[in-house]
């Protein structure tokens, strides 16, 4: 079985603050990991993936296979942050967490 | 269109009626998936079709929950006799990847949201 959560449903912070979202995975094989973002009255869309280790938006994902985490950071957080973010991983199926939405306060 | 394109944007019904949502993928995409995504909740894999194939229906929830994908493109998802667990938003998305192990990035429509009264 695969599994991913992330424990924080809501997270606050002010703008110029650095923020982490975190992610904790359960898979058997090889995991791939990704992030995707939804923004106010937008679609879902894929932020960033493990494998190609970018920097999308100041985001950063490193994934840590010991303690199975693909935790989402960025140094300083904007206003136009604010968004439902969700981590994903990819074994049999695509499978989502419950996601954080993030709130950058002015 | 540019994107993955769903309709209806909303539905309501009725307890037992039947209910048909359409998705129109990304012209050219092999790889299309519903997900189903109830209220404070994260997308929930319903199926995956790779052109008109259904490999993987494992996820849809009962035998009232039903998915199509004829021609390779258009892709309907239809629910008998609605119930009001099934209230929820309905999520396309389409992936240019030939194989569900090479699908990185899915592109999704904007969903139908289902209510059943």
């Known amino acids: 079985a695969q599994r991913v959560t992330q424990p924080e449903k809501l997270l606050s912070v002010f703008k110029g603050a650095p923020v982490e979202l975190k992610c904790n995975y359960s898979y058997s094989g090889s995991p791939e990991l990704f992030w995707y973002v939804q923004y106010s009255r937008q679609r879902l869309q894929l932020l960033l993936r493990?494998?190609s280790r970018e920097s999308i938006k100041g985001f950063t994902a490193d994934l840590n296979k010991g303690e199975t985490s693909f935790h989402l950071k960025k140094p300083f957080a904007q206003e136009e942050d604010s968004a439902m973010y969700y981590c994903a991983l990819r074994g049999s199926r695509l499978t989502f967490g419950e996601g954080t939405q993030l709130t950058v306060n002015p | 269109g540019a994107g993955v394109s769903q309709s209806p944007r909303y539905k309501v019904a009725k307890r037992g009626q039947d209910v048909a949502l359409r998705c129109d993928p990304i012209s050219g995409h092999v790889s299309l998936f519903w997900y189903q995504q109830a209220l404070g909740q994260g997308p929930e894999f319903l199926t995956y079709f790779q052109n008109e194939a259904q490999l993987d229906k494992s996820g849809l929830p009962s035998d009232r929950f039903f998915a199509e994908r004829p021609e390779g493109s258009v892709s309907t998802l239809k629910i008998q006799r609605t119930q009001q667990e099934d209230s929820a938003v309905y999520l396309c998305?389409?992936?240019?990847?030939?194989?569900?192990?090479?699908?990185?990035?899915?592109?999704f429509g904007e969903g139908s949201r289902l209510t059943v009264l």
């Open positions: 493990h494998i």
């Open positions: 998305a389409s992936s240019l990847a030939r194989y569900w192990g090479q699908a990185g990035e899915l592109f």
